[in-house]
């Protein structure tokens, strides 16, 4: 446990008092509340949205800043025209960055469930933010309604509730574009759908998971398979699926066959292939997204042909395979498993402790292993974020809310207290947020562990963004970037259709070949922005 896990412990005992008295009165209404389905899911769909809805005045619509939020918004504006890819522009060498192709097609690397997601916001609503917030509320209903399948109402209720504090409305996946509860939410529908015996549900979980995450997708299928092997010493006897009704869970096929043709065809809209992704086309044409760190030839990317390009790839996989022993895959997932407190509340590190004395329950044991191949399936990805383990985020609730559960048994009090220790400190770090701008809450801004609503790079764009909007007509921005600039610090993002938009960013690749682009966009204005200052300059374009 961290200082900072330590502070929030302290700081919530207040609260904690607060809440334990409102709540103890209420225990009658609480109860009806979780044996009514439908109330309670309507009620955990609304809670993340209206209380996040009560910060907008100190914390507004997030601003993208993470080049893979800027990824998947273009997939959302391709989409919004209708299209799975957009024609190459030409002159393409001013608009390359980070996850985008250029060519065969201009298009995000990314699949294209989280875009779609993002683009349904934006038809709606006419703001793709809508989209994170709808896929957020489905995440909290339907993790009550999963946990609905495998313990007590009132328990699925608790798990719910937390839910609704974990990756409500100070979580970075609910105040960003980057995703995580899309793929949650399917991972709701499989784990709720498989004692439910839903073969549809199941495929539908399955489907959302591939169109976001397909890596991770693989595991959830390898986990539905096994679910349904007719051995009693896998699965709990009451969730096995009788032989004569196997054969209806072909049905679950339906939606990922449909996932997969949508795939298929935005492989061929975007790489020409039917079967390459365009991420695996980002590789070999940038060598993004890379994990291998070993020296290139010194002949430049632009040099080699593609059948030398090639080759050199074979050969550094060669060198990765010789490097990557099974004690460096130990030391990866070891240094991993800190971030997997993201899932729990510190008063849940407690909770896990009773979960592991449920591990003789087959229960417990599918919840842990299911995890468990999750965890060792995704550490052979080079890279980790903590949206790659988003389809099992009920599953770590079942473990806290199962844990929460036997110590219960043991000591009803103190099973209470974890529980309403959890609402304080989300209660604290609440009031902190809404009242953001207070002394009070600038001095523990340090200790805040809960930074999804961040302060820092974003304000950098908003002022840009904001000058921008004072200046009328058609822009073209050339961002020149300091000889110690950051690569990940990326300015150049466009629209899908970067023609007809008002603002368009461009490389600045020197004085001669801007002329290029000048001379392509003759009724627009220059400007030149130099965000590795201090604070990010804007000015006319010399």
């Known amino acids: 446990m961290s200082s900072s896990d330590l502070i929030e412990l302290i700081l919530a005992g207040a609260l ?29 769909a609304i809670l993340p949205i209206a209380l996040r809805f009560a910060l907008i005045a100190h914390h507004p619509i997030p601003t993208p800043d993470v080049y893979d939020e800027f990824g998947h918004l273009l997939v959302a504006d391709t989409l919004r025209h209708w299209r799975l890819a957009n024609p190459p522009h030409p ?71 937390l839910a609704v504090i974990e990756f409500g409305p100070l979580c970075q996946w609910m105040n960003s574009y980057w995703g995580g509860s899309l793929a949650a939410a399917g991972g709701c529908l499989v784990f709720g759908g498989l004692p439910r ?31 349904l092997i007719p051995a009693r010493y896998l699965i709990p006897a009451r969730y096995l699926i009788p032989a004569r009704r196997s054969r209806a869970w072909i049905a679950c096929l339906i939606p990922l066959a449909i996932a ?59 060198k990765a395979s010789a490097h990557e022993t099974i004690g460096s895959y130990l030391l990866r997932l070891e240094y991993r498993v800190r971030f997997y407190r993201f899932f729990f509340l510190p008063p849940l590190f407690a909770a896990l402790i009773f979960f592991a004395l449920t591990l003789k ?32 985020t009920c599953l770590f609730i079942l473990a806290s809310v199962i844990g929460l559960e036997r110590l219960n048994r043991f000591n009803r009090e103190a099973a209470r207290l974890l529980l ?55 822009l073209l921005v050339f961002v020149h970037y300091a000889p110690n600039h950051i690569f990940q610090d990326e300015w150049v993002y466009n629209a899908a259709d970067i023609d007809a938009s008002r603002i368009v960013w461009a490389r600045d690749l020197g004085a001669e070949e801007n002329k290029k682009l000048l001379a392509y966009y003759p009724d627009r204005t ?17």
């Open 91 to 161: 002159l393409p060498q001013f608009f390359e960055t980070f996850f985008v192709l250029q060519t065969p097609a201009y298009s995000s690397i990314y699949p294209i469930g989280q875009g779609l997601m993002l683009a349904i916001g934006r038809a709606i609503f006419n703001d793709p933010w809508a989209g994170v917030l709808l896929s957020t509320a489905a995440l909290c209903a339907l993790t009550y309604w999963m946990l609905r399948a495998w313990i007590s109402p009132i328990w699925a209720l608790a798990g719910g509730l």
């Open 197 to 227: 015996r839903s073969p549809l549900l199941v495929g539908t979980g399955l489907a959302i998971n591939f169109l976001t995450r397909p890596y991770e997708s693989i595991f959830l299928v390898i986990v539905v398979i096994v679910y």
């Open 420 to 474: 309403f220790l959890c609402f304080a400190i989300f209660g604290f770090w609440y009031a902190v947020h809404f009242f953001d701008d207070k002394p009070f809450a600038l001095a523990l801004r340090p200790y805040e562990t809960w930074n999804g609503l961040n302060h820092d790079n974003p304000a950098r764009r908003i002022a840009v963004n904001r000058q921008l909007e004072n200046i009328s007509g058609k």
């Open 526 to 542: 220059p400007l030149l922005l130099e965000p590795d200052q201090p604070a990010p300059e804007l000015s006319n374009y010399p």
């Open 260 to 318: 997969g043709g949508v795939t298929s065809l935005q492989n061929r809209r975007v790489t020409g292939s039917w079967t390459t992704l365009p991420y695996q086309l980002s590789q070999y044409q940038y060598g993004v997204p890379a994990a291998l760190t070993f020296e290139r030839d010194p002949l430049p990317h632009h040099q080699l042909t593609r059948e030398q390009d090639l080759e050199y790839k074979s050969q550094v996989a060669f």
């Open 16 to 44: 904690l008092l607060m809440t334990w008295l409102w709540l103890r009165p209420r225990e009658r209404f609480v109860r009806r509340l979780a044996e009514n389905a439908r109330a309670s899911m309507i009620l955990l």
């Open 361 to 392: 329950e087959r229960r417990s044991q599918f919840v842990a292993g299911t995890l468990a191949l999750l965890a060792l399936g995704i550490n052979f990805f080079p890279a980790f974020q903590f949206h790659y383990l988003a389809a099992v």
